[in-house]
């Protein structure tokens, strides 16, 4: 985690929930547009998941704080409440978020289910 505080070039918006240290990190902050998104960076919230998630899921707590973080996000007003709930995987050339918790989250409300990459804003 050093590393990640110390690194000068951060350039995506992350708020981090690690269960092992049951801590939630925020990156640059709501008010900060983020440069992991081509694009959609003006129009998006980047946040991402401390894990490996591609043969297993967060843990329940994890998801839940997920969950949280993106209400907390539309309740103040950073992301509007008819969001579009994508993947980094569905707007990047990546793997991430691991296979699992695309899974898990396609079957969010407000999954954008039907994204090919062309996303009218």
């Known amino acids: ?7 000068n070039d951060l350039t995506l918006t992350l708020t981090i929930h690690n269960l092992l240290f049951r801590t939630v990190y925020e990156g640059r902050g ?11 960076n003006e129009y998006s919230v980047g946040i991402a998941l401390i ?30 409440p008819d969001y579009l709930l994508v993947g980094h995987r569905d707007i990047r ?16 409300p407000h999954y954008y289910l039907n994204y090919n990459g062309t996303i009218q804003l």
Request: charged share 20%.
């Open 93 to 108: 050339d990546t793997h991430c978020p691991g296979d699992t918790l695309q899974a898990e989250i396609s079957q969010w």
């Open 51 to 80: 894990g490996s998630w591609t043969i297993e899921l967060p843990p329940k707590e994890q998801l839940e704080t997920l969950k949280i973080i993106i209400d907390h996000g539309v309740q103040q007003g950073h992301i509007h």
């Open 30 to 40: 709501w008010k900060y547009m983020g440069a992991h998104a081509l694009r959609f």
């Open 1 to 7: 985690l050093s590393a990640i505080a110390d690194d």
